[in-house]
């Protein structure tokens, strides 16, 4: 396994940010920027051996920049929702920018320049979060690991630590086309989710703090199916949503890594498996991607349900919800995170 760096571009606060490429003794190839550790390019044979670049992009630096939709990128200190833009911590009320509406999303750290460095066989990007960043109290310094393995298996590892008891939801927002990323939409091809319940959404996607079966609704995808097959059905989750925008309850035991769902493509014959340690995926099969304005690596803009995410995580909005797995992290405790991307042909 090899990691190369070039320089990539400035951004616009005069930050400059180099690119790294990962390639495996199978000619599998991960790119990815400092500048939001965004995943730009994860090149994957085929059943005929062809490389496809299986994640949505932009062009260059400036798009990343531009760019609304959070196409690769490492996502913090709050991962999805949280409800009308703040929380209670230890009884004190923290206020935070309301980004989507009137709820908090996602955060900045998909806009934070990182410090990239090779270490062994990993990648590894660190960065720190100020007291105060997006309305969070403590500094908080982040360490990101990429990991390109010979079986084809994409490792990203995330720890932090703070000095001062805040909360915190990490994930990663790429975008995956198991077709290539200048393919159609992604509703023809098949997914599976280790998942027997999901956290009602409301109409702002936020949870309701029903968990609910998935048996018998269109969220259950216990069986393999194709990704739009119950996209058209009426149902009210998905309608408010244009799509599926929903957590799923893994049915893993704690903090263990564990085989969480299975994406393939019957086009490509591409098949990706993902393993996490986090208790929830977030299933967002790109609705609004037609909104985001900047054009893709292929200079088109992006379409409707182009690509889809499987962002591993805790459950949205928990600070409205204590019985959800707790978020909170205090100084001297580390927080660990785990999630692989394990491609396969098929």
């Known amino acids: 396994m090899s990691i190369t760096s070039k320089y990539y571009g400035r951004t616009k606060t005069g930050a400059e940010i180099y690119q790294y490429t990962l390639e495996n003794a199978n000619g599998m190839k991960v790119c990815v920027i400092e500048y939001g550790c965004i995943v730009t390019n994860v090149w994957v044979p085929d059943n005929g051996g062809v490389l496809r670049d299986v994640v949505l992009g932009y062009r260059e630096l400036a798009d990343y920049e531009a760019g609304t939709a959070s196409l690769g990128s490492f996502v913090g200190r709050y991962a999805n929702r949280i409800e009308k833009a703040q929380f209670t911590l230890n009884g004190k009320t923290y ?51 990429y990991k390109l393995t010979d079986d084809n298996a994409l490792v990203m590892d995330y720890t932090a630590v703070t000095d001062a008891p805040t909360i915190i939801n990490l994930t990663n927002h790429t975008y995956f086309n198991l077709d290539g990323c200048d393919s159609g939409d992604v509703l023809h091809q098949e997914l599976w989710l280790d998942a027997d319940r999901f956290t009602e959404g409301n109409a702002e996607t936020c949870p309701t703090g029903r968990i609910l079966p998935v048996r018998g609704t269109p969220m ?47 086009v490509s014959g591409i098949r990706m498996e993902m393993y996490t340690t986090q208790p929830g995926v977030q299933l967002y099969t790109g609705n609004f991607l037609a909104n985001d304005g900047v054009p893709g690596k292929n200079g088109k803009p992006h379409t409707k349900h182009q690509g889809f995410c499987l962002e591993t995580q805790h459950f949205p909005c928990t600070p409205s919800h204590p019985e959800f797995p707790s978020v909170t992290l205090v100084p001297d405790e580390e927080y660990h995170e785990t999630t692989v991307y394990q491609f396969k042909t098929e």
């Open 95 to 145: 206020y935070l920018e309301p980004n989507d509406g009137a709820n908090h999303l996602h955060g900045t750290f998909g806009r934070l320049t990182y410090q990239g460095s090779i270490v062994d066989d990993s990648l590894v990007l660190t960065g720190r979060s100020p007291d105060g960043d997006d309305g969070f109290p403590g500094n908080m310094d982040i360490t990101v690991t």
């Open 220 to 266: 259950d995808f216990t069986k393999p199916k194709a990704i739009g097959r119950d996209m058209d059905c009426g149902d009210e989750q998905l309608r408010m949503a244009s799509g599926y925008d929903h957590n799923f309850v893994l049915n893993k035991d704690g903090g263990m890594l564990a085989l969480g769902a299975i994406a393939k493509s019957p």
